[in-house]
């Protein structure tokens, strides 16, 4: 008996030596591994100021946008009565064929997104007048999400996803977004909960189908910015990291 406990308590202990290693340190947020640099991650955001970001067009100086403990996120009570200090966020840079990675929480009845290839040009209102969206969204209190394609996970009135990945609210939860050559994945939590092709018959026909039908320019863009979502909710964000493919 005891050398069967030795032999099983031994294995265990292997097991745990050899866990794969994560692109984030385990000791800090924000922090990437070795590892992770050298498979060609690299941190969005830095975990101690918005080096990088932007509110989209400049319509406010994103005050409203904080960084506290390690967390990009958005205080709603810092705005002003007209929105000033808030609007969507978005990167400085635009990618093409990426992996990105980034976690995020919400406060209960709160809603957000991610926007993809969004193009930053004074004729659009907003980064989703052209570039798809990943909602974050609390499917329980929000009144958005009992609406088909708008629960947390969803490219956003376009493609549900499934299975629902998310987790309770206040606890983070992690995206992963992959677009190569017009393959779009999404994954919640570690699993993938939404894929389809952009650019291609079904595509056209997913945005006819859609909100985005009156929106011209909507979905063609295979090179953007990516964006987070000022949806007037708390949201906060947390180990942003895009690797190109």
Request: charged share 25%; hydrophobic share 35%.
């Amino acid at each position: 008996m005891n050398r069967l406990l030795f032999t099983a308590s031994f294995c265990l202990l292997f097991a745990c030596g050899t866990t794969q290693q994560s692109s984030v340190s385990s000791t800090t947020h924000n922090n990437l591994t070795n590892k992770a640099k050298e498979e060609g991650w690299r941190l969005l955001f830095d975990g101690t100021t918005k080096n990088g970001w932007h509110v989209f067009n400049n319509k406010t100086d994103g005050s409203a946008w904080r960084v506290a403990d390690g967390t990009l996120f958005l205080d709603p009570k810092a705005r002003g009565p007209k929105g000033e200090g808030g609007g969507d966020i978005i990167t400085e840079e635009a990618f093409e064929n990426f992996h990105l990675k980034l976690d995020w929480k919400l406060d209960s009845a709160g809603n957000s997104g991610v926007v993809i290839q969004a193009q930053e040009d004074p004729k659009y209102r907003y980064p989703w007048v052209t570039g798809p969206e990943i909602q974050i969204i609390d499917n329980n209190a929000h009144p958005d999400a009992k609406n088909k394609e708008h629960r947390a996970g969803d490219l956003y009135d376009l493609v549900a996803g499934t299975p629902e990945t998310v987790k309770p609210i206040g606890e983070w939860n992690s995206m992963e977004i992959v677009q190569n050559n017009g393959k779009l994945d999404l994954f919640q939590n570690g699993v993938k909960v939404v894929s389809t092709t952009q650019w291609d018959d079904n595509w056209s026909k997913l945005i006819v189908e859609s909100k985005f039908k009156s929106m011209a320019d909507f979905g063609k863009f295979r090179k953007g910015k990516i964006a987070l979502q000022d949806h007037g909710n708390p949201v906060w964000f947390r180990n942003i990291m895009i690797k190109s493919l």
